[in-house]
């Protein structure tokens, strides 16, 4: 236990370091987040948070594979990191369009491939399980483009999308440790505490935001440690302990606010002929926000149907029920309660 230890203490005292000194550069250069009629906020707030996130979680995570975790995949982990974080930090400081980070999304996804994080079956989806090399790397580039602007999108509110960082990484560290792979125990445990140390000073009223450094690099993480999950399970003998025999819908769960949450406004958007990367303010966090709530009461909602959600499901998991019936009943159920919440405000509001 002590790989989990260290790795989070130190990603969590780099971050309590560098997170005030960055915001006090950004208010000294004057470098904000101007509030604007789309966005919640009213105050100037630096979004440079991300950076913070980054370092205290890079120099955790080199320094302690040093010495608990071997192999060279940590090489290619590390070169699309720095690739996902420079196309964040760019459009930070100054803003790129949809196409460019689309772009530098590609080229760290890729560099993942080429390092073995990519799927090599779709482990009983649709009744599949080994797939081609060209399958295999085009829908591993479409998981991770998904996931990393699934929790780009889910960044709205203060507190939010580190919080769900936080149950994601926590979890999934854990899982790392019991099925011995220590390289994803440290990178999911320094990413705690260097959340942890970002969440100080972002929970509601949230003194700096994480902007896209902090957004991709997190979605990015996620998305590669679900795959790297799934390659995991798969190897390990029938009976361990700690092997999900429906593993997709765990992963589902797990993921459940993010993903489900990103395709209800999608398909929402694209119902009335809008682009799908249209903003706007249908995101199940906004819905909260009009039924009255606090950020941290509709974070802390969100989070305990994020938590509930994987419970249920870890637990149908241990049922012979297959994965595909338990996906779908994780989609409609989640739309379903996302639907009738906003019918929900949506009359709230008309009463009023």
């Known amino acids: 236990m002590k790989e989990i230890f260290l790795s989070?203490?130190?990603?969590l005292a780099i971050g309590l370091l560098l997170i005030p000194e960055i915001i006090k550069i950004a208010h000294a250069r004057n470098m904000h987040d101007l509030p604007d009629e789309r966005k919640l906020h009213k105050e100037k707030i630096p979004?440079?948070?991300?950076?913070g996130i980054f370092f205290g979680f890079i120099i955790s995570s080199v320094f302690w594979s040093f010495f608990f975790a071997k192999g060279v995949e940590g090489q290619f982990l590390l070169g699309s990191i720095l690739v996902i974080v420079i196309v964040g930090m760019r459009d930070d400081f100054l803003p790129l369009s949809a196409f460019w980070k689309l772009i530098g999304q590609i080229i760290a996804a890729s560099i993942t491939i080429i390092g073995g994080f990519h799927f090599q079956s779709l482990y009983g989806l649709f009744h599949i399980y080994q797939i081609n090399d060209l399958l295999s790397y085009t829908i591993t580039l479409y998981t991770v483009i998904v996931i990393t602007n699934?929790?780009?999108?889910?960044?709205?509110?203060d507190g939010l999308a580190g919080s769900i960082s936080v149950l994601v990484f926590s979890l999934l560290g854990f899982?790392?440790?019991w099925a011995g792979n220590m390289l994803f125990t440290i990178a999911c445990f320094s990413l705690v505490g260097a959340v942890l140390a970002f969440l100080r000073y972002n929970l509601?009223?949230?003194?700096?935001?994480?902007?896209?450094?902090?957004?991709?690099?997190?979605?990015?993480?996620?998305?590669?440690a679900t795959i790297k999950f799934l390659q995991t399970n798969a190897t390990l003998p029938e009976g361990a302990i700690f092997k999900f025999e429906r593993p997709i819908s765990m992963v589902a769960a797990l993921l459940v606010y993010p993903l489900l949450d990103t395709l209800r406004v999608f398909v929402m958007r694209v119902a009335?002929?809008?682009?799908?990367?249209?903003?706007?303010?249908?995101?199940?966090?906004?819905?909260?926000?009009?039924?009255?709530?606090?950020?941290?009461k509709a974070v802390f909602v969100i989070l305990s149907f994020n938590i509930a959600f994987i419970l249920v499901f870890y637990w149908l998991n241990k049922k012979s029920i297959d994965d595909n019936f338990l996906v779908?009943?994780?989609?409609?159920?989640?739309?379903?309660?996302?639907?009738?919440?906003?019918f929900w405000v949506k009359r709230k509001e008309e009463q009023n």
Do not use: C, E, Y
């Open 8 to 11: 989070a203490i130190s990603a």
């Open 47 to 51: 979004t440079f948070g991300g950076i």
């Open 150 to 157: 699934a929790f780009n999108l889910i960044d709205g509110i």
């Open 175 to 177: 899982w790392f440790f």
């Open 204 to 224: 509601s009223p949230a003194k700096i935001f994480m902007g896209d450094t902090g957004s991709l690099l997190l979605g990015f993480m996620a998305a590669i």
């Open 272 to 296: 009335v002929g809008r682009s799908p990367l249209s903003p706007d303010k249908n995101h199940i966090h906004h819905l909260l926000l009009r039924l009255g709530l606090s950020h941290g």
């Open 328 to 342: 779908l009943g994780l989609v409609v159920a989640a739309l379903t309660l996302a639907q009738g919440l906003r």
